[in-house]
């Protein structure tokens, strides 16, 4: 049974950094593309960040790029994602997912195989 399990999230001024967590069990975290997703109040879950399989191939959405960084540790089945100069519009509930099946790069967010439950970060103004 594969399960992503977020952490790290809380309360942060504007300006401040977060680094979330997300342990991968039942999967073997080298063999898939993770990514970051985050859902706001009243809208839609959008792409943040992913890491494919090859080591350094990363891609972030606009608004967090120069801001954000997708990491993972393999031998310890975990992705990171470190934000640094964090807004208020950057609060949201942040997912991690796996996808396993190496379709495409990057792959579309209804491609993702497995989603953690996600925490939440509020950053105040």
């Known amino acids: 049974q594969v399960q992503l399990a977020e952490s790290g999230g809380g309360l942060v001024q504007a300006g401040g950094s977060v680094r979330l967590s997300c342990l991968v069990s039942?999967?073997?975290?080298?063999?898939?593309?993770m990514g970051w997703f985050r859902q706001a109040p009243g809208k839609e879950r959008e792409f943040v960040a992913t890491?494919?399989?090859?080591?350094?191939?990363?891609k972030y959405a606009e608004s967090v790029k120069g801001r954000f960084t997708i990491s993972r540790d393999n031998d310890k089945n975990t992705l990171y994602l470190e934000m640094n100069s964090l807004k208020p519009e950057d609060t949201a509930v942040y997912y991690c997912?796996?996808?396993?099946?190496?379709?495409?790069?990057?792959?579309?967010?209804?491609?993702?195989?497995?989603w953690g439950q996600g925490t939440q970060v509020t950053v105040s103004s």
């Open positions: 890491s494919s399989r090859i080591v350094g191939r990363t």
């Open positions: 997912a796996a996808e396993n099946s190496g379709i495409r790069w990057p792959p579309q967010q209804s491609e993702y195989d497995y």
């Open positions: 039942g999967l073997t975290l080298r063999s898939a593309i």
